[in-house]
């Protein structure tokens, strides 16, 4: 897809200054499903974590108070902010090698007419930032309306894995904002996706939709294999783009073995102050352990945290399918394909 | 999900639809909040607008091109139409194929609801308006609506500034046809956000306008059924949000057109709507107008396309919608 034209000076400036700040405490956690970033959110966040019951939809975990002088991390979980930036209304095509998200934006970027028309995206571009912001602006007050106590700047970490086909749009039109690409083996996001589509799994369940027969299977991990190879790619072409200090890339599997190191390093990119013993509870607070036994398991979000599962799960000739689409971008991020 | 839905259209159905769809609970401070710090006339801009939704986005883009004669939609330029002539006598422009609809409010799914009753359309909205962290959240209303405004305003501008440019003799006060029928199934969304704009709606009858479409999908069959079941579920879900529209918008700013006054009469029909719109005589537009829409139905020189026990099951499947269709003005 492309990624449309730079961000105009014009659309840059203009905005209520309020709003400008925030641009630059926001971080953008991009990838796919299946790879760790409710995970990752409830770790960057805590002691806030995302709760669809409160008005703002953040609240303190129970049990945890607000540290002094209130939440420095404040979770956003989906915002879908980037789908209805690109809604994508279709599987991702394949395009010069790579796949690329089958989204409006691509379609009709080239019409005078369409709303996100390239030859109109000054304009739509200050209209959809001043959205987006006003949006996560609004996230924090309605936070600090319902009694939470939050730092006075805090920053917002945006979980949005499920809208990373656009993440090279939202990027481009909120470049002071970090981006966190969080990466995960695509050959166990396939195996993960799959297992939750089969019966008695949670998206099976929650969608109505099982994957029972053998076409059925073959055509999921096809979709899967696809969607997961077109975040990368796009997310991973955002990546190239953003300005370095802004950006980060880290793997499940790292964040896996070595959670305190890894969000050691984190919260320092972040500007955040934790200490190695903070970090650790954290962590271990939130570990696969922690989880309920009831609440992990086959069929579960929570389901192994077993980087590798799908030499198991994946026949030889549904793993040559797989490869056949992702190896590319597998090992761009450093996989052994 | 459906039962939101459906507390949600009952609260918007007063006398004289003033209470939109998702309506702020502070009109006046939404308008001044989307008006503020844009630059132009942004209140201006708003009146001038026609927001125009078709059940059969043919014909929408039919009546668009007449309304806006000699003005002609094309994607090529900037301002998305080309002149015939000098442009003197243009009193509006097509903005066809907006699609800002289907960003504010992308479809993925069937409708929801059963036959026979309301449907909504299966949109990200809808299912995730409980959702606070969502952009376009029900807890949040007051602020995306202020924000998806403004955005639709930036961008309208943006259009009538091209269109300046490339037409240099275009008249003060020009309207805009905003033609957005591929996204008539949010049209209450988009509907409540622009009170102050004009609605226009134009209402064909499913039996026409679904007579070609299973033939887009193969099959036979329970597939050819299934097809024809999706189709029918999809023209009633544009039905019901375009009348969830038409209710929201006061009487003086909205119009219902039918497709059978627009095959009997073209010439009448649009004359009467450029009168409610207030452009002004047109002997372009009279020209256009003249020559009247394609008819609806079989494409293939009469050929039907569907059984009868297709076409009655088809009857039965809208007949709720027919009705409620009648009631439009």
Request: contains cysteine; proline residues 7%; neutral net charge.
């Amino acid at each position: 897809m492309s990624a449309g034209p730079d961000l105009s000076s014009t659309a840059l400036a203009g905005l209520d200054p309020c709003l400008e700040d925030l641009e630059s405490r926001l971080v953008w956690i991009w990838g796919s499903p299946r790879s760790g970033s409710s995970w990752l959110l409830d770790q960057l966040a805590h002691p806030a974590h995302p709760n669809v019951r409160a008005r703002s939809g953040i609240s303190l975990l129970p049990g945890e108070s607000p540290p002094a002088g209130g939440c420095e991390v404040l979770p956003v979980d989906e915002p879908f902010i980037a789908n209805h930036l690109a809604p994508a209304f279709a599987d991702p095509l394949e395009r010069d090698g790579r796949l690329e998200a089958a989204t409006l934006n691509r379609e009709l970027a080239a019409s005078g007419s369409y709303a996100f028309s390239d030859r109109h995206a000054e304009a739509w571009q200050m209209g959809y930032r001043e959205l987006a912001l006003g949006h996560l602006q609004g996230m924090i007050e309605r936070a600090v309306a319902q009694g939470l106590q939050v730092s006075t700047a805090p920053i917002l970490a945006i979980k949005e894995g499920n809208g990373s086909h656009a993440s090279d749009l939202v990027m481009q039109l909120l470049p002071q904002s970090r981006l966190l690409l969080l990466a995960r083996d695509g050959r166990d996001v396939v195996d993960s996706l799959l297992a939750a589509y089969s019966p008695g799994g949670f998206l099976a369940r929650n969608q109505g939709v099982a994957v029972t027969t053998r076409e059925e299977r073959r055509a999921k991990i096809d979709w899967a294999a696809r969607m997961w190879a077109c975040n990368m790619d796009t997310t991973l072409r955002a990546v190239e783009r953003h300005p370095p200090e802004l950006t980060r890339i880290v793997r499940y599997e790292e964040l896996l073995a070595e959670p305190v190191g890894t969000l050691a390093s984190l919260f320092k990119w972040m500007g955040i102050e934790r200490s190695a013993s903070e970090i650790e509870r954290l962590a271990g607070a939130h570990s696969f352990h922690a989880v309920p036994a009831k609440r992990r398991g086959e069929g579960r979000r929570a389901r192994s945290a077993k980087p590798g599962r799908w030499r198991e799960s994946f026949s030889r000739a549904e793993q040559d399918a797989i490869h056949a689409l992702i190896s590319a971008p597998l090992r761009r991020l450093g996989y052994e394909s | 999900v459906l039962d939101r839905l459906r507390r949600r259209a009952s609260r918007s159905r007063s006398p004289h639809g003033e209470n939109a769809p998702a309506a702020s609970a502070d009109p006046a401070s939404e308008r001044e909040g989307a008006a503020a710090d844009l630059g132009f006339d942004a209140a201006r801009l708003e009146a001038e607008l026609i927001w125009l939704f078709a059940t059969d986005p043919g014909l929408g883009s039919w009546l668009t091109a007449a309304l806006t004669a000699p003005a002609r939609p094309d994607p090529g330029p900037s301002c998305g139409f080309k002149l015939s002539g000098g442009g003197g006598s243009v009193t509006a422009i097509p903005v066809s194929r907006l699609s800002l609809t289907r960003h504010l409010a992308p479809a993925f799914g069937d409708p929801i609801g059963e036959d026979g009753a309301e449907l909504f359309p299966a949109t990200l909205n809808n299912y995730m308006a409980d959702k606070p962290a969502y952009l376009f959240s029900a807890a949040a209303s007051g602020r995306w609506r202020v924000g998806a405004r403004r955005l639709a305003l930036r961008r309208l501008h943006s259009t009538l500034v091209a269109a300046r440019e490339e037409h240099r003799n275009l008249v003060p006060g020009l309207r805009m046809v905003v033609d957005e029928s591929t996204g008539a199934y949010a049209a209450d969304l988009v509907a409540s956000l622009m009170p102050r704009s004009r609605l226009l709606v134009v209402i064909g009858d499913p039996q026409g306008e679904l007579e070609p479409l299973p033939r887009c999908a193969d099959g036979e069959g329970g597939e050819r059924d299934t097809g024809l079941h999706r189709a029918a579920r999809k023209w009633c879900c544009r039905l019901d949000a375009i009348a969830r529209a038409h209710s929201s918008f006061s009487p003086e700013r909205r119009l219902a057109v039918r497709r059978e006054e627009l095959e009997d009469d073209p010439l009448e029909a649009v004359r009467r709507v450029g009168a409610w719109a207030r452009l002004g005589p047109s002997d372009e537009r009279d020209a256009r107008a003249a020559r009247g829409p394609e008819p609806a139905g079989p494409s293939d020189g009469g050929k039907a396309n569907l059984t009868d026990i297709e076409r009655e099951r088809l009857r039965q499947l809208t007949a709720s919608q027919r009705e409620r269709a009648l009631t439009l003005r």
